[in-house]
């Protein structure tokens, strides 16, 4: 990679998130931390007002905004084999979350590139997979999870047989390979327990908002349960 197409997309990433450290650009890029600074200097020099944090990161100045970006093909080819990936993962609401997406990508490629694309969606399988439990909640949680709302859910607990109305403040979200499982604070049992999405037989969207809990991440919730 060139440096100008290094730079360009290091922009990209910047745009991405609200800050982002050296290190995740230097470890995309497989490049020094110190050609970062030089990368991050030019385009400041070259009038992106680009902000810094001692401490956390780089981040860009709200209220600038990049002209539309083009995707090479090679991005818009992985684009298809992720949409195989999700179309047998299991909850309905990615799989139309992505399509629209992706509908919306297609209609930006040139026609050579669209051309290419519909050679390539007819060559790629995804995996044979054994059952896998049905859900169509994903997109929903996802949205209370960000926006940090409480969720009112009618549960149907395998084990004990029984339906029980709860709310819960949703905290992430995993697959497990057959089902999606939501990690939530449930407000009935008074803890953090698992819910898996297809034995939810209804989700209401609440406007209550919770305490967004800054400190969870699904790498530290998973070491303490290994250890426990």
């Known amino acids: 990679m060139n440096r100008l197409t290094r730079i360009t997309s290091i922009l990209i990433q910047l745009q991405s998130k609200q800050v982002?450290?050296?290190k995740e650009i230097a470890d995309r890029f497989e490049i020094s931390q110190r050609t970062v600074y030089r990368d991050i200097r030019t385009l400041q020099e070259a009038g992106v007002p680009i902000g810094s944090e001692q401490g956390l990161g780089y981040f860009v100045v709200d209220g600038y905004s990049l002209p539309p970006i083009t995707i090479t093909e090679e991005e818009a080819n992985a684009l298809i084999v992720s949409e195989k990936l999700i179309s047998i993962q299991g909850d309905a609401s990615l799989k139309k979350d992505f399509n629209s997406i992706l509908i919306k990508i297609k209609s930006v490629l040139r026609n050579f590139e669209k051309e290419n694309v519909t050679k390539l969606e007819s060559r790629v399988v995804p995996p044979v997979k054994e059952e896998v439990f049905e859900s169509n909640w994903l997109s929903l949680i996802q949205k209370s999870i960000t926006n940090a709302n409480v969720l009112s859910l009618n549960y149907h607990s395998i084990y004990k047989d029984e339906q029980t109305q709860r709310e819960v403040e949703p905290l992430g979200v995993y697959f497990t390979d057959r089902a999606w499982v939501m990690i939530a604070y449930c407000r009935l049992r008074n803890e953090t327990r698992e819910f898996r999405l297809d034995r939810i037989l209804n989700?209401?969207?609440?406007?209550?908002?919770?305490?967004?809990?800054?400190?969870f991440s699904l790498s530290k919730y998973f070491s303490q349960y290994l250890d426990s």
Do not use: G, I, P
């Open 203 to 215: 989700l209401k969207y609440t406007h209550e908002t919770f305490d967004y809990q800054q400190d």
């Open 20 to 22: 982002v450290t050296a």
